[in-house]
Nanobody, 117 residues
Framework: QVQLVESGGDLVQPGGSLRLSCVAS????????VGWYRQAPGKQREMVAT???????NYAHSVKGRFTISRDNAKNTAYLQMNSLKPDDTAVYYC???????????WGQGTQVTVSS
């Protein structure tokens, strides 16, 4: 029923840019907080950025000033614009949504971002 599909991951050079997308279905998207998380090999999954139903944003210190989270409620889609990419940004990036009116949380399947050479 509920599905989150991430896309946009790729292999890029340091200093490059990518835009990740997360398309949600089966939920009233505008009622959910959206988060982007990432997990590198051997590391814990960490929060990268969040955006509230009202559009308020929060970023991890490591990406502040380089990444921008946004959402288009009409398209049931969230985005993560990633600029000035570094090798340490290499990870699988996951979309997460959390209901503001219940305990429901959902995760996407992830998309691989590799920053190399």
């Amino acid at each position: 029923q509920v599905q989150l599909v991430e896309s946009g991951g790729d292999l890029v050079q340091p200093g490059g840019s990518l835009r990740l997308s997360c398309v949600a279905s089966g939920i009233i998207f505008r009622l959910y907080v959206v988060g982007w998380y990432r997990q590198a090999p051997g590391k814990q999954r960490e929060m990268v950025a969040t955006i509230s139903s009202e559009g308020n944003t929060n970023y991890a210190h490591s990406v502040k000033g380089r990444f921008t989270i946004s959402r288009d409620n009409a398209k049931n889609t969230a985005y993560l614009q990633m600029n000035s990419l570094k090798p340490d940004d290499t990870a699988v990036y996951y979309c997460n949504v959390a209901s503001v009116v219940s305990t429901s949380v959902y995760w996407g399947q992830g998309t691989q971002v590799t920053v190399s050479s």
